[in-house]
């Protein structure tokens, strides 16, 4: 059985266009002016893809723009923002598609997908700390291990953070050599889950050994909230309907609520997407959601975001 999980449309290539990014960054490679402007719109094409076609929404198109992409035309040092740039953006790759995964309930792929992105944070610090000898380490236990020997004395919780890499990537392989089949439905939750933990970590961990990372609130919360509509969306078998709950959590996380949506208003969008729930039914999933202080009450049958999805999200994984 393959340790490599399924190739995505264009996957290739994404990877191609931010190996530019960390070559530029580490190798110091200078860009002319040419160069620069048609990575920017690479980068952009990627962000495009991924909110598109796995994320649903632009917020990471939005962040990477802000700190990074608008910043660097009139930088008068490129290398900090490149540098910056890929310690952020490369673990966005395989956790992308380990949610994409999780959601199409290919459990195994994102398993493996969530190993993946343990190993790349992983090669991340040792490359940020100045140790690219580390990467030469073949068996990736004895390169965190190395990575967490390195950095124990500047970063007093760096075990916390290896350790929880160590379990993502040990969980590809645990009924032997990457033979990842019993990866079911709680295996994979259990390490999507890990994810927002182990990203806050990691830029903490950054932060740490000098890197400001000015995107670091807003990136979290991005990962956070992916996830928790994730793991919230699959509770159900393949081909079971899916719970109003689920489906409500998924429009409040894309700020369907931001405004005053009725009763009525909220069983014709869900109407709209094949989901025709008894209006008992909706209105006891709407009552949790309520309780959850997702949502408040603004009227008889009217409700309303008790406070933006991401300030939620955030306050979930922070708290």
Same mark, same amino acid.
């Given at each position: #059985?393959?340790?490599?999980?399924?190739?995505?449309?264009?996957?290739?290539?994404? &990877?191609?266009?931010?190996?530019?990014?960390?070559?530029? !960054?580490?190798?110091?490679?200078?860009?002319?002016?040419?160069?620069?402007?048609?990575?920017?719109?690479?980068?952009?094409?990627?962000?495009?893809?991924?909110?598109?076609?796995?994320?649903?929404? =632009?917020?990471?198109? &939005?962040?990477?723009?802000?700190?990074?992409?608008?910043?660097?035309?009139?930088?008068? =040092?490129?290398?900090?923002?490149?540098?910056?740039?890929?310690?952020?953006?490369?673990?966005?790759?395989?956790?992308?598609? !380990?949610?994409?995964?999780? #959601?199409?309930?290919?459990?195994?792929?994102?398993?493996?997908?969530?190993?993946?992105?343990?190993?790349?944070?992983?090669?991340?610090?040792?490359? !940020? =700390?100045?140790?690219?000898?580390?990467?030469?380490?073949?068996?990736?236990?004895?390169?965190?291990?190395?990575?967490?020997?390195?950095?124990?004395? &500047?970063? =007093?919780?760096?075990?916390?953070?290896?350790?929880?890499?160590?379990?993502?990537?040990?969980?590809?392989?645990?009924?032997?050599?990457?033979?990842?089949?019993?990866?079911?439905?709680?295996? !994979?939750?259990?390490?999507?889950?890990? #994810?927002?933990?182990?990203?806050?970590?990691?830029?903490?961990?950054?932060?740490?050994?000098?890197?400001?990372?000015?995107?670091?609130?807003?990136?979290?919360?991005?990962?956070?909230?992916?996830?928790?509509?994730?793991?919230?969306?699959?509770?159900? &078998?393949?081909?079971?309907? @899916?719970?109003?709950?689920?489906?409500?959590?998924?429009?409040?996380?894309?700020?369907?609520?931001?405004?005053?949506?009725?009763?009525?208003?909220?069983?014709?969008?869900?109407?709209?997407?094949?989901?025709?729930?008894?209006?008992?039914?909706?209105?006891?999933?709407?009552?949790?959601?309520?309780?959850?202080? #997702?949502?408040?009450?603004?009227?008889?049958? @009217?409700?309303?975001?008790?406070?933006?999805?991401?300030?939620?999200?955030?306050?979930?994984?922070?708290?």
């Amino acid at each position: #059985m393959s340790d490599q999980p399924r190739k995505y449309p264009d996957e290739s290539e994404i &990877q191609d266009i931010l190996d530019r990014v960390r070559d530029t !960054a580490w190798k110091k490679l200078s860009l002319s002016n040419e160069e620069e402007s048609r990575l920017i719109k690479d980068l952009k094409w990627v962000l495009d893809i991924w909110h598109k076609k796995y994320l649903g929404h =632009d917020r990471l198109t &939005q962040v990477i723009d802000k700190y990074y992409l608008s910043a660097l035309p009139k930088s008068q =040092d490129k290398v900090v923002i490149y540098k910056e740039l890929d310690l952020v953006i490369c673990f966005f790759q395989h956790y992308i598609y !380990a949610f994409e995964e999780f #959601m199409t309930r290919e459990f195994r792929d994102a398993v493996i997908r969530c190993g993946l992105a343990s190993e790349r944070l992983v090669n991340r610090l040792a490359v !940020a =700390d100045k140790h690219p000898e580390v990467l030469e380490i073949l068996k990736f236990e004895d390169r965190a291990n190395k990575v967490m020997s390195l950095l124990s004395e &500047q970063i =007093d919780e760096i075990q916390f953070l290896i350790n929880r890499m160590k379990y993502a990537y040990s969980q590809r392989n645990k009924k032997g050599a990457h033979d990842t089949g019993a990866a079911g439905i709680l295996i !994979a939750k259990s390490c999507i889950s890990e #994810m927002p933990v182990a990203y806050m970590e990691y830029l903490s961990a950054l932060e740490k050994i000098g890197y400001k990372i000015s995107s670091r609130d807003d990136l979290i919360t991005i990962v956070n909230e992916t996830v928790s509509v994730g793991t919230t969306m699959i509770v159900s &078998q393949r081909g079971e309907p @899916v719970k109003p709950e689920q489906m409500l959590i998924s429009m409040y996380s894309q700020n369907y609520f931001a405004v005053k949506r009725t009763f009525s208003e909220i069983k014709g969008a869900l109407a709209g997407q094949g989901h025709n729930y008894p209006k008992t039914t909706l209105w006891f999933a709407l009552n949790e959601l309520c309780k959850k202080k #997702m949502l408040s009450k603004a009227g008889h049958g @009217v409700y309303i975001q008790r406070e933006p999805p991401e300030k939620y999200f955030n306050k979930e994984i922070v708290d």
